[in-house]
Each structure stands twice: as C-alpha cells, then as structure tokens.
C-alpha cells in the first residue's frame, strides 16, 4: 500500500463509512500491533509518510476496539 492508496482508503471510512476500507484499516491496526514497531519504523518499514499512518492506525484501532468490544484508548 502507498500514501495515495492509504488516504483513500481513510477518507473512504471517514466520509463513506465503506466497510471494505474498516476491514482493511483494521487490519493495518492489526499488522502493525503484532509487528511490534514504533509508528516511525512501520512508516519507515512501508515507505509511508509518519502523519498518515499515525491517522490510519488511529481508525483501524477504534475499528477493531469497536468489533471486540474494547475501549478504544487501551493499549
């Protein structure tokens, strides 16, 4: 995925509330979770700009928080 194709993605949730962009911003959540890396390094690690992925795991967490019944500022 690139920047242009993750900003879509968001803006495709956020303005559309398109179920196939949740499922892929929770799975990005996820992916990054069980990666154990700092935002900086997944950035880095999928040549993404910081801000952008830092906006697309904040959707993908509350997403996943949301279907799990968690909260969505644990960590």
Do not use: W
Request: hydrophobic share 35%; glycine share 10%.
């Amino acid at each position: 995925m690139n920047d242009k194709q993750l900003a879509a993605i968001c803006l495709g949730h956020e303005r559309d509330n398109d179920p196939t962009c949740a499922e892929v911003l929770q799975r990005f959540y996820l992916d990054f979770h069980n990666d154990g890396l700092t935002t900086a390094q997944y950035a880095e690690h999928g040549e993404l700009e910081l801000n952008l992925v830092e906006h697309g795991l904040s959707l993908g967490r509350a997403i996943a928080h949301t279907l799990t019944g968690g909260a969505p500022d644990e960590t």
